[in-house]
């Protein structure tokens, strides 16, 4: 790896985030919350509930690495450690398309972690 200077780095996990928009009609609040966020359950067997999907770059760190590359000309870069398949190469193609470095990204074996969005 060839060294460089960055203004910035980014240290955490890399995860995608798959956005799903649903009729709130179909969503039952649990009885507990955990920080902010509201739990929610569906119906089993639903079909119909989703309108819209998105995804993008998910994780606290590179959220921010990423906003910022959009604020500054900050030299970036991003270290964490990601699987072999296809959507930790979709990950790193998108964090370079913010400009973010990416050659701190560790491959190995494996798979990319997920999370799941529900907004209604």
């Given at each position: 790896?060839t060294k ?6 980014g ?8 956005i ?36 993008s770059?998910?994780?606290?760190a590179?959220n ?7 604020l ?21 193609e ?5 400009g ?9 074996e ?11």
């Amino acid at each position: 790896m060839t060294k460089r200077k960055f203004h910035l780095i980014g240290i955490g996990p890399l995860f995608e985030d798959l956005i799903i928009d649903i009729r709130a009609r179909y969503t039952h609040e649990i009885s507990y919350e955990r920080g902010v966020m509201k739990h929610l359950c569906l119906e089993a067997g639903l079909k119909e509930a989703a309108t819209n999907f998105g995804r993008s770059t998910g994780g606290s760190a590179a959220n921010i690495v990423c906003m910022l590359s959009r604020l500054s000309d900050y030299s970036l870069g991003y270290f964490t450690k990601l699987g072999s398949d296809a959507i930790s190469e979709w990950l790193i193609e998108d964090l370079q398309d913010f400009g973010v470095d990416t050659d701190g990204i560790i491959r190995e074996e494996g798979e990319a972690g997920a999370s799941i969005i529900v907004t209604d």
